[in-house]
């Protein structure tokens, strides 16, 4: 969602070539999304964050070209933006910019299905991993093999509202007892036995959600998105936005409910004629977030042609208030 993505998040004073401007792509990935503000605005600088050393330097070839303009960092957002700013010198720190975009791309890179080798794909005989930081401890097929089949069960719903959790969490309890369950398409063959035949028929492949759920249950996705979300906007400038890519329902119920907090109700329709912030003189100035995106903002059908993983994508975006909250 490339022209979305900067329609959404490029601030109404930014100024046309970026000078002076900072933004944070918290889930660089391949690198896609910070190659297309780069070129869009020559002098904008970025700083990328990821916690996948592999993919990392896939992004780091691909923007080479953009020299000193863009920065990498390895390790989680939450942790970069949590400090940022923080234990420098106070000459550093002067020179330390707020970002005025921030972008959170909760998705999972295509680099991972296709190249990653750790099993994040149904349609592989990888191992079953899933690990975005190989050197963490938990992996996927740790939690077949020791999660008890109450706890299965309950990670399948609560991490992908899979409505046929027990069933596979007790084919996964019988199974392990007999052979360990360590590749991808072992993983595959039992979801497919063990749901019923309608199921087999549905809009979406029977393991999408046993396997989504093992990614962010390896990868603490949702336990870490409320503190991601604070971190990132009290990073946020004064004045800046902050827009976030979600591409299940549970990921984007937590962002609505973040931006409704944030934003108290207040909204705009039009991008480019946002209004101001409402204020109060009979009491307290009280300034909240502005929201950008009424509706999600979501894929055209061009791209869903060109890139059918992008289908599920919902953009939302808000505008942090010109003054910083008490």
């Given at each position: ?314 953009l939302r975006a808000l505008e942090k208030p010109p003054q910083a909250e008490d």
């Open positions: 969602m490339p022209e979305e993505v900067v329609e959404h998040l490029v601030p109404k004073n930014f100024t046309t070539n970026g000078t002076g401007e900072h933004m944070i792509d918290c889930t660089l990935g391949e690198g896609g999304h910070s190659a297309v503000f780069l070129k869009r605005f020559p002098d904008l600088h970025i700083t990328g964050i990821d916690a996948d050393k592999n993919i990392i330097n896939t992004a780091r070839e691909r923007l080479k070209e953009f020299g000193g303009r863009i920065e990498i960092h390895r390790g989680w957002a939450q942790d970069f933006l949590s400090n940022f700013g923080k234990g420098e010198t106070p000459e550093k720190a002067a020179n330390t910019r707020q970002p005025s975009i921030i972008l959170l791309d909760l998705g999972v890179s295509l680099y991972h299905y296709e190249k990653g080798d750790r099993g994040f794909s149904f349609r592989g005989t990888e191992p079953l991993d899933m690990r975005i930081d190989t050197e963490s401890e938990l992996y996927a097929a740790k939690i077949l093999a020791r999660y008890s089949e109450q706890e299965l069960a309950n990670m399948l719903y609560h991490n992908a509202e899979e409505h046929h959790s027990r069933r596979i969490a007790r084919a996964i309890a019988e199974t392990r007892q007999r052979t360990p369950i360590e590749n991808a398409a072992a993983l595959e063959k039992l979801i497919w036995d063990a749901v019923p035949a309608p199921y087999r028929r549905g809009r979406i492949h029977p393991a999408t959600k046993t396997f989504q759920a093992l990614r962010v249950e390896v990868n603490g996705e949702l336990e870490k998105l409320p503190g991601l979300l604070d971190a990132a906007y009290n990073t946020l400038r004064p004045g800046g936005r902050l827009g976030v890519i979600s591409f299940n329902s549970l990921e984007d119920r937590i962002v609505k409910h973040f931006f409704r907090a944030k934003t108290a109700g207040k909204h705009h329709k039009s991008n480019r004629n946002s209004k101001n912030f409402d204020t109060n003189i009979e009491t307290p100035i009280r300034k909240e977030a502005l929201l950008l995106t009424t509706k999600p903002a979501q894929p055209s059908r061009e791209e869903i042609k060109t890139n059918p993983p992008s289908r599920s994508a919902k």
